[in-house]
């Protein structure tokens, strides 16, 4: 555990950072439209970058492909459990009629419509940490080739 705990405040931070851009879009009245989701990502990527990048720093020689491959999954997964868990109680508890503005055809056509967002929202956001965190090791690793002398 003691290994994660930078990878951990830094999700935790991303998770802040998406709620109250989350919140922003709410005063706005903008957060049904569902084009202001893609910034999320955005928050996302740089989360999971600055974690990837402050834990090659702290690790130094030990760092490892597979090492910040982790730190950055960890991180993601961190973020995307907790925004979720927000994302049900303002959608349910806080605002219980934001599901049906934001999407009217999908609340009258499923029954369990809160159920299938949710998992929308999840799959999303860990899908997001996989593709960014392979891309951004391409960035951090020590590469194997041997270099030329001359």
């Not at 960035?139 to 030329?148: A, D, G, P, W």
């Amino acid at each position: 555990m003691k290994n994660y705990a930078l990878p951990i405040r830094f999700g935790i931070a991303t998770s802040g950072c998406l709620i109250a851009y989350f919140l922003l879009l709410s005063l706005l009245g903008l957060h049904t439209n569902i084009f202001y989701s893609l910034f999320n990502g955005v928050i996302t990527g740089f989360g999971i970058y600055e974690a990837i990048k402050y834990f090659k720093i702290k690790k130094a020689n030990d760092f490892g492909y597979s090492t910040g491959f982790v730190a950055g999954l960890v991180t993601g997964g961190v973020a995307t459990l907790v925004f979720t868990i927000f994302f049900a109680l303002y959608s349910t508890e806080l605002n219980p009629g934001f599901l049906e503005k934001l999407s009217a055809q999908w609340a009258n056509e499923f029954a369990n419509f809160e159920a299938i967002v949710f998992l929308i929202v999840a799959t999303m956001g860990f899908t997001t940490s996989l593709v960014l965190t392979l891309s951004f090791m391409q960035l951090f690793k020590t590469s194997n080739n041997l270099r030329e002398s001359r």
